[in-house]
Structure formats: structure tokens, C-alpha cells
């Protein structure tokens, strides 16, 4: 099976193998429209275990959609599928938010008092990390009912809701101009000033003596 890096992750890459409809294809959205991610189970009623291929050839065969409507799948044992390009809208959520919100499908169904599996959320909380980390931003975390009128992902969801989300710190900031000459005179001053490449330099940036 193919994979590949989502940040420092691993997943599998399943984007070019799962069930697609014959004619139908999903839209193209650019990464400034994506502003989170919404969560997913793939219950009720059942609690089991999922491949993406089955949750794919449902969307397509039953649902009458282009393809899988989530970007990525985690499994019960953290495992993690790349189901779908995130540039490709997935038909996961409802109206307008499935252009803006990426969906993550964890299988299971999370209901009476159960909740995703250890594995799951570690796997979970680490992905959507990485995400925000290659889209330079913290992005939204929300349940699929907090964006359309549903159930999923399940009545523990206050419970495990918050164990999801890691601050991704803000990049650093450029260096003041100060700074940047403090360094260049601590570099110039480890050289010898008879170098042709030192000489060169001074007379780019002339007033710096």
C-alpha cells in the first residue's frame, strides 16, 4: 500500500484507489477557503470497524455522491487513510461548509458512553496538528452536528472533544534590522577583510564599515 507524509505522520495513501463515480467530480477549492476540519463516526447504529473502500463504495453507490465524502479516515487502531485530496470538496457536512471544512471520519458509532479508542484520538489529535502546521494556521475542530442538524459524532462528543486540539504556535518573527546587522558585523568580524568575497560585500552595502 502506498503512503505518504503529512507533516512528520505517515498515512496511508488511498486518494487514487477507492470507489469514484462514472461521471460525477467533486469541486476544486483552494486552501484559503479551508477553515477547519469537521469530525465524523461512521455510526449509528453499528459499532465496527470500517475500511475506507466500504465507506467510499457506500457514498458513491448508495448515496449517489462523486467519491468518499471525507479527506482522511482514522481507524480503531490509529491507522490513518488519505481518502481524498483536500482540495476536493467532500459532500461530508451539508451546503457551504463543505467547501470551508475538510472531513476526518473516525470509525466507530459513539454513543452510549462509548468513545473513540485511545489509539483514535492520538492518532486524531496529531493529524489535525500536522494539517495546521502545512496550512500555516490553527483550523476550527468541530462536530459534523455542530455545522448540520445530526447526531454524528455521537452524545459523548463533550467528552472527548477538547483531547483533539493542539496549539499551533504562532511562526516567528522576522528578525528587527538591528538584529540582522548584529549578526552581519559578528560574521564580518570572523573574516579577514582582505577576502575578495568581505570586499565585495562592503562595497554592496557601503555604509556598513
Known amino acids: 500500500m502506498n503512503t505518504v507524509q503529512i507533516g512528520a505522520i505517515t498515512v496511508n495513501d488511498l486518494r487514487h484507489s477507492l470507489t469514484r463515480h462514472a461521471t460525477l467530480t467533486p469541486p476544486v477549492r483552494t486552501m484559503d477557503q479551508i477553515i477547519?476540519?469537521?469530525?465524523?463516526?461512521?455510526g449509528p447504529p453499528v459499532h465496527r470497524e470500517f475500511t475506507s473502500e466500504e465507506l467510499a463504495a457506500y457514498h458513491v453507490n448508495s448515496n449517489g455522491w462523486p467519491c468518499i465524502g471525507y479527506s482522511l479516515v482514522v481507524h480503531m487502531d490509529g491507522v490513518i487513510d488519505y481518502a481524498l485530496d483536500w482540495n476536493r470538496v467532500g459532500w461530508h457536512v451539508g451546503g457551504q461548509n463543505n467547501w470551508t471544512y475538510m472531513g476526518i471520519c473516525l470509525t466507530g458509532w459513539f454513543d452510549d458512553g462509548r468513545q473513540p479508542t485511545e489509539a483514535q484520538i492520538s492518532a486524531t489529535r496529531d493529524l489535525i496538528a500536522n494539517l495546521g502546521m502545512a496550512f500555516g494556521r490553527q483550523?476550527?475542530?468541530?462536530?459534523?452536528?455542530?455545522?448540520?442538524?445530526?447526531?454524528?459524532?455521537?452524545?459523548?462528543?463533550p467528552g472527548w472533544k477538547d483531547r483533539l486540539t493542539i496549539t499551533i504556535?504562532?511562526?516567528?518573527?522576522?528578525?528587527?534590522?538591528?538584529?540582522?546587522?548584529?549578526?552581519?558585523?559578528?560574521?564580518?568580524?570572523?573574516?579577514?577583510?582582505t577576502h575578495p568575497a568581505v570586499m565585495r560585500a562592503k562595497q554592496l552595502i557601503g555604509g556598513w564599515q
Not at 477547519?36 to 461512521?42: D, P, Q
Not at 483550523?139 to 462528543?157: D, Q
Open 36 to 42: 477547519g476540519v469537521a469530525i465524523h463516526n461512521t
Open 139 to 157: 483550523l476550527a475542530v468541530k462536530a459534523h452536528k455542530e455545522l448540520w442538524a445530526t447526531v454524528c459524532p455521537g452524545t459523548t462528543w
Open 169 to 193: 504556535p504562532p511562526a516567528p518573527a522576522p528578525p528587527e534590522p538591528d538584529t540582522l546587522r548584529a549578526v552581519f558585523d559578528d560574521l564580518w568580524a570572523l573574516s579577514e577583510d
